[in-house]
C-alpha cells in the first residue's frame, strides 16, 4: 500500500528587501532553503556592490520553508516562509 498526499506544490517567495552595508565594496549574497525538497539547498549565490541595495531575491520551495540570508560570512536573516 502507498499513501500518498499527492503531488509538492511549489510556492515562491520574494525575500527582501535586502539592505546593503554602504562602506563594503562588494557583497556575496547567499541564500539557503530547507524544505520539502531538501535541506540546506543554496538557492542564489552572487555578488553585489551597494547600488543594488536594497535587493529583493524570488525563490522556490515546497512546503515549510525555513529561509537563511548570508552577506559575505555573517547571518543576515534567518526564518520561515
Do not use: C
Request: proline fraction near 9%; charge should be negative; charged fraction near 25%.
Amino acid at each position: 500500500i502507498v499513501i500518498s498526499s499527492g503531488p509538492v506544490q511549489p510556492k515562491k517567495l520574494v525575500v527582501g528587501p535586502i539592505l546593503f552595508p554602504s562602506e563594503s565594496s562588494e557583497i556575496t549574497v547567499k541564500i539557503i532553503v530547507s524544505d520539502d525538497l531538501g535541506k540546506n539547498r543554496t538557492v542564489y549565490l552572487k555578488s553585489h556592490t551597494p547600488e543594488d541595495s536594497p535587493l529583493s531575491v524570488p525563490v522556490e520551495g515546497a512546503g515549510e520553508m525555513e529561509i537563511e540570508v548570508w552577506l559575505d560570512d555573517i547571518l543576515y536573516y534567518k526564518g520561515k516562509g
